[in-house]
């Protein structure tokens, strides 16, 4: 860089010197005696220093290149800084692509038609067995209520009443039912009952279902005292 700026400054003074004498041809043509006044006028002026120049040049030079530098490094650093900033920003900031933004379809359950209500089932009794009525029984039972209206009623009781000789071994059992009307012993919720000799009756709990039989039904209670079977009856209406 010196150098060019030497060679540089050798050209500038030897393209001056040219137009100098240029200059002075020019003016000799005109006026001789002016010419040779100047050339010794030049010849005692004193030559100015080019060491001091070249001196000062370098310094500049150097002074300029040592800014020239700052500058470099002052602007190539916070371009690092920055680029390596907006690494860090990305980074830490990674855009998800579109594939993680897809949501998975939520699998939804498959509408079942509504079951159709099913009507209650309806109970029913039906006693298979051999039984001996015994027509010269001493012990019997009579209903208070003897005839039972169920008609749009869900529930009824009917009380027995126990009567003539007893014996210390008894036994009550509910007969052949409807369809949907249940009766059954309120002592126990069932169909048999063994009621002790202190028990003076029974209570029989009745249910109507909804959808059950329709019509005027007998209903026997099998009565057992001892080895002797009777029968007590109670009449059930329901339509």
């Known amino acids: 860089m010196k150098m060019l700026k030497i060679k540089l400054f050798s050209k500038f003074i030897f393209v001056f010197l040219i137009l100098a004498l240029i200059i002075l041809m020019a003016l ?12 010794e006028d030049t010849t005692t002026t004193t030559i100015p220093d080019t060491s001091t120049t070249t001196t000062t040049e370098e310094s500049f030079n150097s002074t300029t290149n040592a800014t020239s530098t700052l500058a470099d490094n002052s602007t190539s650093t916070p371009a690092v800084s920055s680029q390596s900033s907006t690494e860090n920003l990305s980074s830490q900031t990674e855009v998800p692509s579109e594939e993680e933004f897809v949501e998975e379809p939520v699998p939804q359950p498959e509408l079942q038609p509504k079951p159709t209500p099913q009507p209650p089932l309806l109970k029913g009794r039906k006693l298979e067995k051999e039984i001996h009525i015994d027509l010269g029984a001493r012990h019997s039972c009579v209903a208070k209520n003897f005839s039972i209206n169920l008609s749009g009623v869900n529930q009824a009781t009917v009380e ?34 063994s ?45």
């Open 28 to 39: 000799f043509i005109i006026n001789p005696k002016r010419i040779v006044r100047a050339l």
């Open 160 to 193: 027995l009443k126990f009567t003539g000789m007893r014996s210390d071994s008894e036994n009550l059992e509910i007969g052949n039912l409807p369809i949907g009307i249940d009766v059954t012993f309120l002592n126990n919720g069932d169909y048999s009952w």
């Open 195 to 239: 009621p002790s000799k202190s028990d003076s009756g029974a209570i029989l709990q009745i249910t109507n279902q909804p959808g059950s039989q329709k019509g005027n039904f007998s209903i026997p209670i099998i009565y057992t005292s001892g080895n002797s079977t009777t029968i007590c009856q109670i009449n059930i209406i329901n339509f």
